[in-house]
C-alpha cells in the first residue's frame, strides 16, 4: 500500500510535537511505502530538513504557499466558462461549492493564476460579494485582500499530486484540500489525523494577528473553515487526539460517525536509565522546557513567571530546551527579556536529545496558548517528572486524567497568569512529597494509555482496515 503523507509547516523541516510524530509513525511501519507532500511558505525553506529521512519514504514533493506563478508568461487570460464561473462563485460566496469542477479547471487545464485573479471573472465574483457583505469597506482594499486570501488556495488546487492509495492528511486546512483532491482524482481513501482543530487554531491566531484588521479577519477565518469541512465531508476517517477535540471537530460540521479518538504515544523504553543530576546540578531547582521558542508557546509569560517566582525561591533555574530559529526574532526578544530582568539562572540550550537532559529535571513546563496533546507532558511523565502546563487541548486531562484514579501529575494553570504560573513553580519547589508523587502518577498514566506500542496498534489497524477495503495486501 501506498501512504502519501501530507503535512503543513512541520516534518520534515520544523522540530515539534506533530513533527516527531510524523517520524515515529513512517518508522512504525517499515514495510509501507511512505511518499511525502509537504505544504511549505516559500521554495528557500526547499529540502532543508531536520529529519533524516527513513528509508520506505521513497518520494518528496513540495508545495509552496507563498509562490510565484512561474509559468505566467505567454499565457493567454483564460476565461471561465459558465461551470467553471459558478464554481468560483460559489467558493468565494461561501455557498455549497463545487470542487469538483476546481478539481478539473486547476488539474486539467493550464490556467495562469496571476491572470485569473486579475481578471474579468475574479473582478466580477469579488464584487458581488463585496456588494452582498462588506460594502462598508474600501473596495480597493477588499480586492487586493481576496486575491491574498485565494492565491495560496490556488497554488493547492494547482499542484500536481503523487497516485497513492492512501492520502493521510496530518491536518484540515490546505492538507486537505489536497488530499481530498488526490482521493477525487485517483480513486483512494482520505484519512485525516488532527492534532489540534486547524480551524479553531487558525481563528485564534487570527484574533490575536496584527497583519489583518477587523472584517478581513472573518474572511480569512471563512477561508479555513471551507477548506476543513471539505475535507470533514470526503475524509473516510477522521481522528482526534482526545475526546473534546473530537466533539469540537462534530460540532464544526464533521459526521460523527467518521470521528475516532486516537491518543498520542512516545517510548517509554526510550526514557528509562537517563543520566540523572548533574554536579552543576547542586543546590538548583531544575525547571524544563522542551518548546520551540515562538510565540504560541508564550515563553516570555515563561521567563516573567519564573522572574517572579527565583525572588521568593532563589534555588530555581529554568532551561529553555529546543529550537530557537524557527521565529528568530522572538527569540530573540525572548534573550532581551532575559537580560532586562537581570536573570542569570536562564539557559536557552537550542535543540536537544532529552535524554540527555530529562533526567535533571524536576519538574518541567510549558505555558503555550495553544496546544494538541502534548508529547512533552507524555515524555515527561515517561521519565517520573511531574508538569507544570497551560489550560490548552488536553493538558487538563493529562494532568488529571480522564479514565482513570491515578491523581494529579502536575499543576494546571490559566493561560498567561503570571502569577499563578510562578506560583506552581514555588510550590513544586517546597513540596518535594508532592512533586515525587506526582511524577509517580504521571507514570501510571502514561504506562496505561499513551505508550508508543497503544498508537503504533491504532494506526496498523486503520490501515489494515484501508488495505483490506482497497483489496491490496498489508505488511507492517
Not at 516527531?20 to 518508522?27: D, E, K, T
Not at 530555581?316 to 527579556?337: F, V
Not at 495553544?370 to 517528572?385: D, F, K, M, R
Amino acid at each position: 500500500m501506498r501512504v502519501c503523507i501530507i503535512v503543513e509547516g512541520c516534518y520534515p523541516y520544523v522540530a515539534g510535537g506533530v513533527s516527531s510524530w510524523v517520524h515515529g509513525l513512517i518508522q512504525s511501519f517499515p514495510k509501507v511505502e511512505f511518499i511525502l507532500q509537504t505544504i511549505i511558505s516559500t521554495r528557500e525553506q526547499s529540502a532543508k530538513f531536520i529529519y533524516q529521512l527513513p528509508e520506505n519514504v521513497t518520494e518528496v514533493h513540495e508545495l509552496y504557499l507563498q509562490d510565484v506563478d512561474w509559468n505566467n508568461k505567454g499565457r493567454r487570460m483564460h476565461r471561465l466558462n459558465k461551470k467553471e464561473y459558478g464554481a468560483m462563485r460559489s467558493l468565494i460566496l461561501n455557498q455549497r461549492v463545487d470542487w469538483e469542477t476546481l478539481f478539473e479547471l486547476f488539474q486539467k487545464k493550464a490556467v495562469s493564476l496571476d491572470k485569473l485573479l486579475m481578471g474579468e471573472d475574479f473582478l466580477k465574483i469579488v464584487r458581488e460579494y463585496y456588494d452582498l457583505c462588506y460594502s462598508q469597506l474600501v473596495f480597493s482594499d477588499f480586492l487586493w485582500t481576496m486575491r491574498s486570501v485565494y492565491l495560496p488556495l490556488l497554488f493547492t488546487l494547482k499542484m500536481k499530486l503523487p497516485k497513492a492509495d492512501l492520502y493521510h492528511c496530518v491536518a484540515t486546512g490546505y492538507a486537505g484540500v489536497l488530499g481530498s483532491m488526490g482521493k477525487s482524482i485517483y480513486g483512494g481513501r482520505l484519512l485525516i489525523s488532527e492534532h489540534g482543530i486547524y480551524t479553531r487554531e487558525r481563528e485564534e491566531e487570527l484574533l490575536r494577528a496584527e497583519w489583518v484588521k477587523g472584517a478581513y479577519k472573518n474572511i480569512w477565518i471563512e477561508q479555513f473553515r471551507k477548506m476543513s469541512n471539505l475535507g470533514y465531508e470526503r475524509g473516510d476517517l477522521i481522528t482526534s487526539l482526545y475526546e473534546h477535540a473530537r466533539e469540537l471537530q462534530i460540532e464544526l460540521g464533521c459526521p460523527a460517525e467518521k470521528t475516532m479518538v486516537t491518543p498520542n504515544g512516545v517510548s517509554v523504553d526510550h526514557l528509562q536509565d537517563i543520566p540523572g543530576k548533574q554536579k552543576e546540578d547542586q543546590g538548583k531547582f531544575n525547571i524544563g522546557a522542551i518548546l520551540r521558542v515562538t510565540p504560541i508557546k508564550d515563553v516570555k509569560t515563561m521567563i516573567q513567571a519564573f522572574s517572579f517566582a527565583k525572588e521568593r525561591e532563589p534555588r530555581l533555574k529554568l532551561w529553555i530546551m529546543g529550537p530557537c530559529d524557527e521565529d528568530e526574532e522572538y527569540a530573540r526578544e525572548c534573550y532581551e527579556q532575559v537580560e532586562a530582568l537581570g536573570l542569570t539562572d536562564v539557559v536557552f540550550t537550542g535543540r536537544i536529545n532529552i535524554r540527555d537532559y530529562l533526567g535533571r529535571m524536576d519538574v518541567t513546563i510549558l505555558t503555550s496558548i495553544s496546544e494538541g496533546q502534548p508529547l512533552t507532558i507524555l515524555e515527561s511523565y515517561a521519565a517520573h517528572v511531574p508538569v507544570i502546563a497551560t489550560d490548552v487541548g488536553n493538558c487538563s486531562g493529562l494532568i488529571f486524567g480522564e479514565n482513570d484514579d491515578f491523581g494529579a501529575g502536575g499543576i494546571l494553570t490559566h493561560i498567561m497568569n503570571v502569577e499563578e504560573i510562578a506560583q506552581a513553580m514555588v510550590d513544586m519547589a517546597r513540596n518535594e512529597p508532592m512533586r515525587i508523587q506526582m511524577g509517580e502518577s504521571g507514570y501510571k498514566r502514561v504506562m496505561a494509555g499513551y505508550r508508543i506500542e497503544h498508537m503504533r496498534a491504532t494506526y496498523q489497524k486503520i490501515y489494515r482496515d484501508f488495505a483490506d477495503s482497497l483489496g491490496l495486501e498489508w505488511e507492517m
